[in-house]
């Protein structure tokens, strides 16, 4: 059965007032475009939760759509602090828990099991249990040393980009992979968008690529270039400009006001953002193609 339908309808749909909302991808595959439409829509009082915010929660949190942030690392990447969510938590008005890298997953893949929580090796972050009481220690019950335990993650809503999926769905995605597939799985809606849709029998020529599958997917939206200023493995490569333009941004009330008239409220949707790009910049994060060695999965 065909899932698809557009990011607008989408988010309408499937993310409301109060929701945590998971926006997968590490490094590349981060979808802003579904972020941009979250905060046309005006929603409020979100609960977002990621493995490394990203400018995409700084813009959100900007916009009004956050009461609480959960996360592990939150920066600007390579260029310093996430100004406006820091602010934010130093002033009180944003409610947050902060994890290690690895507490995070874990939480995700206890979600993803069907489990209240997961046992994790200690770790040299001992500040992080001392203001995070969700971070506990118990006796290993084999007689080893304790244990540090983390409670499970099950998002309302998690929202995967991926590189190319079929309309039911099944999606293939490729490069730094992240916690795209435990977000997935323990999510209670998923929304997939996708660098492009593809017959079923593209998905299905490469079986082990699938990585997310059409029964955790709710909803399936075409949606090109939807990580800019992230990338997309394959398909254009990281505006690392306007990671730099964003740190300046994010320094003034005035110009975050500005920057999201502009270029969320301002634009319908993903489309015209990119031809609002210009041509300069779709040239500059153009890539040269560079396939993988054929496999054979042979016949029978």
């Known amino acids: 059965?065909?899932?698809?339908?557009?990011?607008?309808?989408?988010?309408?749909?499937?993310?409301?007032?109060?929701?945590?909302?998971?926006?997968?991808?590490?490094?590349h595959l981060i979808p802003f475009a579904a972020g941009h439409e979250i905060i046309r829509q005006h929603k409020r009082e979100l609960v977002l939760a990621r493995a490394t915010p990203d400018l995409i929660y700084d813009q959100m949190t900007a916009a009004g759509c956050a009461r609480k942030v959960i996360f592990s690392y939150m920066g600007n990447p390579g260029v310093g602090?996430?100004?406006?969510?820091?602010?934010?938590?130093?002033?009180?008005?944003?409610?947050?828990?902060?994890?290690?890298?690895?507490g995070m997953i874990t939480r995700l893949q206890a979600g993803a099991s069907g489990l209240p929580f997961l046992p994790m090796n200690q770790t040299a972050?001992?500040?992080?249990?001392?203001?995070?009481?969700?971070?506990?220690?118990?006796?290993?019950?084999?007689?080893?040393?304790?244990?540090?335990?983390?409670?499970?993650?099950?998002?309302?809503?998690?929202?995967?980009?991926?590189?190319?999926?079929?309309?039911?769905?099944?999606?293939?995605?490729?490069?730094?992979?992240?916690?795209?597939?435990?977000?997935?799985?323990?999510?209670?809606?998923?929304?997939?968008?996708?660098?492009?849709?593809v017959d079923e029998s593209v998905i299905r020529s490469d079986p082990n690529r699938t990585l997310i599958p059409a029964i955790v997917v709710d909803a399936v939206c075409p949606a090109p270039y939807s990580c800019h200023p992230s990338y997309a493995q394959g398909y254009y490569d990281?505006?690392?400009?306007?990671?730099?333009?964003?740190?300046?941004?994010?320094?003034?009330?005035?110009?975050?006001?500005?920057?999201?008239?502009?270029?969320?409220?301002?634009?319908?949707?993903?489309?015209?953002?990119?031809?609002?790009?210009?041509d300069e910049t779709h040239k500059r994060l153009q890539i040269k193609s560079k396939y993988s060695e054929r496999i054979n999965y042979g016949e029978y």
């Open 125 to 197: 972050a001992i500040d992080l249990e001392k203001v995070n009481p969700n971070i506990k220690r118990i006796a290993d019950p084999y007689g080893g040393k304790d244990v540090i335990v983390v409670p499970a993650l099950n998002p309302d809503v998690a929202i995967v980009h991926v590189q190319r999926a079929d309309k039911e769905g099944n999606a293939h995605l490729w490069g730094i992979i992240g916690e795209q597939k435990e977000a997935a799985f323990a999510a209670k809606k998923v929304i997939l968008t996708a660098e492009e849709i």
């Open 81 to 102: 602090s996430l100004r406006i969510v820091r602010s934010a938590i130093e002033q009180g008005k944003l409610e947050w828990e902060e994890y290690s890298h690895f």
């Open 238 to 278: 990281r505006d690392n400009e306007f990671y730099l333009q964003w740190d300046k941004i994010s320094d003034s009330a005035e110009a975050v006001k500005s920057y999201l008239d502009e270029w969320v409220y301002g634009v319908k949707d993903r489309e015209e953002y990119w031809q609002k790009l210009g």
């Open 1 to 27: 059965m065909s899932k698809l339908m557009t990011v607008s309808d989408a988010i309408a749909k499937y993310v409301a007032d109060g929701d945590s909302v998971y926006a997968a991808g590490f490094t």
